[in-house]
């Protein structure tokens, strides 16, 4: 009988026990010290509900749309790479757990599947491609044009990753993270052979992060493809309203679930200030330290219009496949009603609205 996980910690534990501390240890992670990982999830305890009481919530409306696509609730699977560790069917997996309950799929540049794949196998799935721009524009545009004919709708552009990381290898004997031949990133392997045909697909990565990139290959991307680009990695004013000037149709909070550097804000201290710079001029979304639906929820009411999940996801794929993926999935979105049930709103729209429903608490305190 499988064992009963209730919360997204349950299958954090179990997919630890389920996977080798090589592959569990790539998935878990962070740069160096780990702080910003630890703080991604710390950082939304500090703020706190202020609810309304005695609201009819019996029936809470939890759907919205992003990039023109209707979702039945606001969570979204982000990009991560190599989810063949966890199932052999991988990325196809996850995309129809997505599927199953109506909502969207980040495609990693780094998949063990490919577009292709995911297009044949799960063609109505709400799917994005997400792309890093490299310095052989030929490459990418043979990417993109691939995701064009295969049904992707937009593409999550990494542009917080431009030199190698440092990541914290205690989990892989300081050896680093070396996978097997057969678990091949498949989904860029195609459009490699414009750069070096016969390099393997992690070489060819190693040598485009060269801290060269620049927003001008933002400029060169949207005017390949008319499909919306959403920038991934913002965490400032600053840097919200350069992706403004640049065009971008929407932007993601984040810094790369703790995997780059340590000292960074937590993404739900910094969606605050990014959702006021933006000022309704394209969506902003957030990833990182998402574990519970009150975390969700803190997000949307600070101006999310939703969240994208990332380790979770591969903990559910890990301990139960694609059932794994939709029970997570429903967790969260079982805890987000009940959330917004509590705190008196009965729409996503009303959780964007309602002044002052959630604050920081040293905000509050500060009062007493």
């Given at each position: 009988m499988d064992k009963?996980?209730?919360?997204?910690?349950?299958?954090?534990?179990?997919?630890?026990?389920?996977?080798?501390q090589h592959d569990w240890g790539y998935y878990a992670a962070g740069s160096v010290g780990e702080e910003t990982l630890t703080e991604n999830c710390q950082a939304y305890k500090r703020w706190r509900f202020r609810p309304r009481i005695l609201r009819n919530v019996a029936n809470v409306d939890i759907s919205t749309t992003i990039l023109g696509s209707k979702i039945s609730f606001p969570i979204c699977i982000a990009p991560s790479a190599y989810h063949g560790l966890c199932t052999p069917d991988g990325e196809i997996s996850t995309a129809k757990a997505a599927d199953s309950l109506g909502v969207g799929m980040t495609l990693s540049l780094w998949s063990n599947k490919t577009m292709e794949e995911i297009a044949i196998e799960v063609p109505n799935c709400i799917r994005w491609c997400h792309i890093q721009v490299v310095r052989n524009r030929e490459m990418t545009k043979h990417y993109v044009r691939r995701a064009e004919r295969h049904g992707f709708t937009g593409f999550i552009v990494t542009i917080d990753e431009n030199v190698l990381v440092k990541r914290h290898y205690r989990y892989s004997n300081g050896n680093g993270y070396n996978f097997s031949t057969t678990l091949a990133s498949k989904?860029?392997?195609?459009?490699?052979?414009?750069?070096?045909?016969?390099?393997?697909?992690?070489?060819?990565?190693?040598d485009y992060l060269d801290g060269t990139s620049h927003w001008e290959e933002i400029d060169?991307?949207?005017?390949?493809?008319?499909?919306?680009?959403?920038?991934?990695?913002?965490?400032?004013?600053?840097?919200?309203?350069?992706?403004?000037?640049?065009?971008?149709d929407g932007i993601i909070v984040s810094n790369h679930g703790g995997r780059l550097y340590d000292g960074s804000f937590?993404?739900?201290?910094?969606?605050?200030?990014?959702?006021?710079?933006?000022?309704?001029?394209?969506?902003?979304?957030?990833?990182?330290?998402?574990?519970?639906?009150?975390?969700?929820?803190?997000?949307?009411?600070?101006?999310?219009?939703?969240?994208?999940?990332?380790?979770?996801?591969?903990?559910?794929?890990?301990?139960?496949?694609?059932?794994?993926?939709?029970?997570?999935?429903?967790?969260?979105?079982?805890?987000?009603?009940?959330?917004?049930?509590?705190?008196?709103?009965?729409?996503?729209?009303?959780?964007?609205?309602?002044?002052?429903?959630?604050?920081?608490?040293?905000r509050h305190f500060a009062k007493l």
């Open positions: 009963l996980l209730y919360c997204v910690a349950d299958y954090e534990k179990e997919s630890k026990a389920k996977l080798s989904n860029i392997g195609d459009s490699i052979k414009f750069w070096e045909p016969n390099k393997p697909a992690n070489e060819v990565f190693n060169w991307l949207k005017s390949i493809t008319q499909l919306p680009i959403v920038v991934k990695g913002i965490l400032t004013e600053e840097m919200a309203l350069e992706a403004i000037d640049h065009q971008v937590a993404t739900i201290d910094a969606l605050p200030e990014v959702v006021k710079a933006v000022n309704g001029r394209c969506d902003v979304y957030l990833d990182g330290g998402i574990r519970k639906g009150t975390d969700i929820a803190k997000a949307i009411a600070l101006g999310a219009k939703a969240v994208f999940v990332g380790r979770p996801i591969l903990w559910g794929l890990a301990c139960k496949g694609q059932e794994g993926v939709k029970n997570v999935l429903e967790i969260l979105r079982e805890e987000l009603v009940k959330t917004m049930q509590f705190i008196g709103v009965k729409s996503i729209k009303e959780l964007q609205t309602t002044p002052k429903l959630v604050v920081h608490e040293t």
